[in-house]
């Protein structure tokens, strides 16, 4: 008899291209965003359902997808343990710089050429828009609960690489406070030097080409982002980050009463994210810009912290806030740039032995599953005695009023696909005016000083 939670026992069935939602990309582009999904199929599932792993694919915000790497790894051997596990893909792209910097190399999968941003606040807006995604499709899931066989208050995330820096943000960037200040509504960008039109915009397809590009940078919007609206309050229980990082520190503020579990495991010699703090890509500009390629450094990247500078940084914050119980890992792996090029089995930005860091991962998030709890179906913090009615409804022209005795300090209002449609941040005699709005059905998020509430309104 197996170990449930951590062995693999059961046989797996999966589902691909799920489509999650369709969010804005860097360049004005609208894009479908998919997920592909394992479930058990010979096991017997606890009675709130399975817990639930997302697994998020690397890429530095610019490539990669869930069909590739780990992530197909990661969900089908989670499903064999017992959980129901996604990978996902999500918007990928960032403005590059206006000026030419250029050579003819690849850097871990990446042409260098396209590693060059307009300013460091696009690293800061790809891992956002990452974020609100991954955030996006778990909220996706919870509301198909019933139909998955998923227990909200099981909740894992997984990445590598920038997957790791999404994973992370969407556990623990949930305070609107830590709202990175380049995710607001920043100046137009110049358009892209033109050596960067096939390369990095056109085979990508980020964009048909420079002159199509949308060069606005509006607010990104709310840290929770506005895909698929839930009732459900569910629970991120464990979060495995593997090679990748935070760009700020996003564990002395939180939301949640007791934070999730963090596994962690980096090498100390990785060229793309630093295992302690640096630049992106810091070991491989330097090796770059050496003898034989003399490459130019590559320009604009912000500052990171890694799993190792994770690590202090939560040391740093014990007892002093809630922070994570965490279980960190490494090697000894030192080969130079050099070694590495000449032999990628010895790169520091991968994974040592997939098998043993998984099952490492496993057996730290198993003890953390609780499936004892009564079921999470829905979150109304709320009681019968604080009644919210919405008047009229169904809607009648533009003008609805909002009937109870409670103090509203937020309204949002979204469409049926979970496209944020207003923002009221202030309400005047309980009265809501809305903008020109097709016939159908929204949900309006009501917060208020004794909790939230999501109403249906119908036009």
């Not at 995710?183 to 048909?208: A, H």
Request: hydrophobic share 40%; glycine share 8%; charged share 20%.
């Amino acid at each position: 008899m197996g170990q449930k939670w951590v062995d693999t026992l059961y046989n797996i069935q999966q589902i691909n291209n799920i489509s999650y939602g369709k969010a804005v990309d860097f360049a004005g582009n609208n894009r479908d965003l998919l997920l592909n999904l394992a479930t058990p199929i010979n096991d017997s599932p606890p009675k709130c359902g399975r817990p639930l792993l997302v697994a998020i694919h690397g890429g530095a915000f610019l490539a990669g997808n869930k069909d590739i790497d780990a992530p197909p790894r990661w969900i089908a051997d989670f499903a064999k343990r017992g959980y129901v596990a996604a990978s996902l893909n999500y918007r990928l792209g960032m403005f590059q710089t206006n000026s030419q910097v250029n050579c003819n190399i690849s850097a871990f999968g990446i042409p260098w050429n396209c590693l060059n941003m307009q300013d460091t606040a696009e690293w800061f807006r790809g891992y956002y828009r990452g974020m609100q995604d991954a955030k996006g499709a778990i909220r996706f899931l919870v509301n198909h609960a019933a139909e998955y066989q998923i227990d909200p208050s099981n909740v894992y995330l997984v990445g590598e690489s920038a997957g790791g820096f999404i994973a992370l943000a969407a556990a623990f960037l949930d305070d609107p406070a830590e709202k990175p200040a380049q995710c607001g509504k920043l100046t137009n960008v110049l358009p892209p030097n033109k050596i960067y039109e096939n390369q990095c915009i056109q085979s990508t397809g980020f964009d048909t080409s420079i002159a199509s590009m949308n060069l606005e940078r509006p607010d990104l919007g709310d840290v929770e982002g506005n895909l698929n609206p839930t009732t459900i309050k569910y629970k991120i229980k464990g979060v495995g980050n593997f090679f990748g990082g935070v760009l700020s520190n996003i564990f002395a503020k939180h939301s949640y009463e007791k934070a999730p579990v963090l596994y962690l495991f980096h090498q100390p010699n990785d060229l793309v994210v630093p295992i302690d703090n640096g630049n992106f890509y810091q070991g491989a500009g330097i090796c770059y810009s050496n003898f034989p390629s003399y490459c130019q450094s590559i320009v604009n990247r912000p500052r990171l912290f890694g799993s190792f500078g994770i690590k202090k940084m939560i040391d740093s914050l014990s007892g002093k806030v809630e922070v994570p119980k965490y279980r960190y890992e490494t090697t000894n792996n030192l080969t130079d740039c050099l070694g590495q090029l000449l032999n990628p089995s010895t790169s520091g930005h991968a994974i040592d032995n997939y098998w043993t860091r998984s099952l490492s991962m496993a057996k730290f998030f198993a003890p953390t599953i609780d499936t004892v709890s009564n079921c999470i179906t829905s979150f109304n913090p709320l009681s019968t005695n604080d009644a919210i009615l919405l008047f009229p409804n169904p809607l009648q022209d533009d003008e609805v009023n909002i009937i109870t005795d409670l103090v509203i300090e937020n309204v949002k209002i979204y469409d049926i696909k979970g496209v944020l449609v207003m923002n009221y941040t202030e309400i005047h005699d309980q009265k809501l005016v809305l903008p020109p709005i097709s016939k159908g059905i929204y949900l309006v998020k009501i917060k208020t000083n004794r909790g939230e509430k999501v109403l249906k309104l119908v036009k």
